[in-house]
């Protein structure tokens, strides 16, 4: 792997969906609404255990979504969506809610109860869940 890569690869983890040190009551929920798992949500959920091998109860996640948001603060950042270790939760800005890309970033955290983004499962058999700015 080059410099360039490994530049590239920590601008990411760096960038990502959720920071490991970042605390979670940064971010201000009193605008989401939680939601119910929809059925598409449920068929990418059992997508991704199919593929990584992984097993989880998706009833087991509380999602929320900013309606009329594209982004979710957190701190002095912008995400799209963002897992929450504490809860297992996981919020999705309103602009953001379908992208099938996005929601199976968040779950894919949710089922590996971890913020990390291990290239096994973000770049693996279940494609490429990883972006530049994953929200």
């Not at 959720?18 to 990418?44: G, T």
């Not at 959920?45 to 009833?59: F, P």
């Not at 602009?95 to 779950?107: D, G, I, T």
């Amino acid at each position: 792997m080059n410099g360039l890569t490994r530049v590239f690869l920590l601008a990411v983890a760096l960038v990502g969906c959720h920071h490991p040190l970042e605390p979670w009551q940064e971010i201000d929920l009193s605008k989401a609404e939680k939601v119910e798992p929809s059925a598409q949500y449920v068929a990418w959920w059992s997508e991704l255990e199919a593929c990584s091998g992984l097993s989880g109860d998706i009833h087991a996640v509380a999602f929320y979504v900013v309606p009329n948001d594209s982004t979710i603060q957190v701190g002095s950042e912008s995400y799209w969506g963002y897992w929450i270790k504490d809860g297992n939760r996981i919020v999705l800005a309103g602009a953001h809610a379908y992208s099938e890309k996005l929601v199976k970033h968040e779950e894919m955290h949710a089922l590996l109860h971890s913020a990390l983004h291990p290239p096994a499962y973000f770049n693996g058999p279940c494609g490429d869940l990883t972006y530049a700015n994953e929200g």
